[in-house]
């Protein structure tokens, strides 16, 4: 049973370029969450979805930031007009459902913005 | 609101030595506790968890006690290795409709042989 699936592990962007993070939850998961890291600043909550709905996005900045999960295919976390700010690490994590449900993560996405 | 605080790192130890890593949480109603280690390089996976009071949960020789009158979750080992070295995140879930888990900011702990 594969892990949960984030591509692509380094992602470069310049200034005001669109970045797209993609993740693939474990099998049978239906709940996605995105969390950014920033050194110093631990991780912080972004977004909550489940298929086709987006459950608690208070995490996410009012501009810019944009979430979705289909109901086929990836979750996908998209940055446009990407600033130097917004440079971190992105993981994604899968539980099934059930709030006691542990968090898998992914590897994350290391977003980069020169 | 609900909130976790741990102890900030790094914290250096050398082989064998006793760990503790710090955690206090503040929730609304009855939240579950995690401990997630964060190898470099790699996500974060679950190390142990405990979802009522006076739980304790334990995994790889680590420990953590839910102690609902001090609102702590501290993380235990009596004997570290080189391999723990990592960063430590406490998280807390509060186990209601519609929320995601709150994490601390992490404790970077480095095992010197």
Request: charged letters at 20%; hydrophobic letters at 30%.
């Amino acid at each position: 049973n594969a892990g949960v699936m984030q591509n692509p592990r380094h992602l470069v962007r310049r200034r005001g370029q669109e970045a797209r993070l993609r993740c693939s939850p474990m099998k049978g998961h239906s709940h996605v969450y995105w969390y950014r890291q920033l050194p110093e600043e631990g991780l912080k909550f972004m977004v909550y979805l489940q298929k086709e709905n987006i459950i608690d996005e208070s995490g996410m900045p009012k501009e810019r930031f944009s979430a979705e999960f289909p109901k086929e295919g990836p979750s996908i976390l998209r940055i446009q007009q990407v600033v130097r700010g917004d440079s971190a690490a992105y993981f994604c994590a899968s539980s099934p459902p059930g709030t006691l449900s542990p968090l898998h993560f992914g590897n994350g996405t290391r977003l980069t913005v020169t | 609101g609900n909130s976790v605080t741990q102890m900030e790192g790094p914290v250096t130890l050398s082989e064998e030595a006793f760990l503790t890593i710090n955690c206090t949480y503040t929730a609304t109603g009855y939240p579950s506790l995690f401990w997630y280690v964060q190898y470099p390089g790699e996500g974060l996976q679950l190390l142990l968890k405990a979802t009522k009071a006076d739980d304790k949960g334990s995994n790889k020789g680590f420990e953590a006690t839910y102690r609902k009158e001090t609102t702590s979750f501290h993380l235990e080992k009596g004997s570290v290795q080189v391999s723990d070295s990592a960063v430590y995140f406490c998280a807390l879930n509060p186990n209601q409709a519609g929320t995601a888990l709150i994490f601390g900011k992490g404790t970077t702990l480095s095992v010197s042989s």
